[in-house]
């Protein structure tokens, strides 16, 4: 693309788009990025630029770009029905296959697909099914929520309520109300001198105290990731899920998985309730289920709720892309991918090792801070010259730290003084050689 067009391009976008999750004066002042082309692990920019992407667009693209096998899935499906809903006692073979084949998948009692269109609309349908649920048993009372600080939910008016991220609920005067926040087990960035186990602990404690302030007959459920992902790549301690998880059953209330990041293979297995057996009662889903080439989220429901919840009655909650046909299709093609070509086992085997590998290289480095990961995901917390006892609110280092691998032609996420990887399970030990050499660069420039 010249010159001209990618200008043309950069004032239509300032003058009709806007962005998502971002500051659109910078974003102005310097002209929109305009990703024209993937394949594998890498994009290209309209200048020509070429980037390894290390962090699978946000956080989906686990198969990497432009694989063939879901591309024909999408066009055999458009030409074949590209769209109908799931309402009128009707639906397609694409959404049934892939509902049949979730409940295969999935740990436990979770055999009942719910479809929707992200991460935030699964998470939405999960408040809205477990509210339902509760007032057919009789206990419409019992409607408050839980998660944890650090955590991410979505940014629809409920699932951004249910984020326990200030910077994502303050803007648009949130939490509503009965959306109550545990502490996330996050201790570098509270400060403590306690152990990871010992303050996994603390916050199980703070935890249990807060349940019984407000009373467990007034709380629905607990949200949970796995690893708090946007929050900081947040690895949970030895124990500290588990415990969570009894935690919720000695007190009747719901367990929700949010896998929306976690599912699908990035921690080395299918999904983290079940490396960390957890038995949720419902988990949300989106990302990696079709690896991003569609927009696709899903609700799956333990038996006993869907139970209640179809002999309820006229189910009143769905969208108009429920259950998409072509959406499904790609997902179908998806899931077959990371089975043929073992990418989950990969990532527990061999690529994901060898990226803990690189990553904990940075322990030490004098801009880091604390270094944090599993499977192929991780963060290194940054740090200034003066050490962490140096930092202050709008230092944003993360972000600077971003644009500086951007200059040096790898994508990483920056999220307040951190920056976070997840890169394609196709990646290859030469590519992630590429990636951390080009972090290490920018933390040089950075300091």
Known sequence: MG????????????????????QHSDL???????????????????????????????????????????????????????????????????????????????????????????????????????????????????????????????????????????????????????????????????GTALSPEDYGKWCLEETARLIEREGADTIAALFVEPVQGAGGVIVPPPGYLRSLRALCRQNEILFVADEVITGFGRLGSTFGSTLWELDPDLMTLAKGITSGYLPLGATLVSDEIAGDLIGGG????????????????????????????????????????????????????????????????????LVPRGGKAALKPDLALGAKAAQLARDEGVIVRGIRNLIALSPPFIITKPEVDHLFDAVRASLAKLT
């Open 3 to 22: 010159k001209a067009g990618l200008a043309e391009l950069q004032a239509l976008d300032r003058e009709s788009h806007l962005h998502p999750f971002t």
């Open 28 to 190: 102005h002042a310097q002209g929109t990025r305009v990703i024209v082309r993937g394949d594998g692990c890498w994009l290209w920019e309209a200048t020509g630029r070429k980037l390894l992407d290390g962090l699978a667009g946000l956080w989906c693209v686990n198969v990497g770009y432009n694989r063939p096998e879901i591309i024909e899935a999408v066009h055999r499906q458009m030409g074949q029905l590209p769209y109908y809903c799931s309402f009128f006692n009707s639906t397609n073979e694409p959404a049934i296959r892939l509902a049949h084949r979730l409940s295969t998948l999935a740990p436990g009692r979770l055999r009942h697909a719910f479809f929707s269109g992200s991460g935030s609309e699964a998470n939405e349908t999960a408040l809205k099914l477990i509210r339902g649920w509760n007032k057919l048993r009789g206990k419409p009372g019992k409607n408050k929520v839980l998660s944890r600080t650090f955590s991410y939910h979505g940014v629809t008016l409920a699932t951004a309520s249910l984020t326990g991220l200030p910077s994502v609920s303050s803007p648009f005067d949130l939490p509503l109300p009965g959306f109550l926040h545990a502490p996330g087990p996050h201790p570098y960035d509270a």
């Open 314 to 381: 006229y189910l009143a909650h769905g969208f108009t892309y429920s259950g998409h046909p072509t959406c499904a299709a790609a997902a179908l093609a998806n899931l077959d991918i990371l089975e043929k070509d073992k990418l989950v086992e990969r990532v527990r085997d061999d690529i994901g090792p060898y990226f803990q590998t690189k990553l904990n290289e940075f322990r030490g480095h004098p801009a880091v801070g604390e270094v944090r990961g599993h499977g192929l995901i991780g963060a290194l917390d």
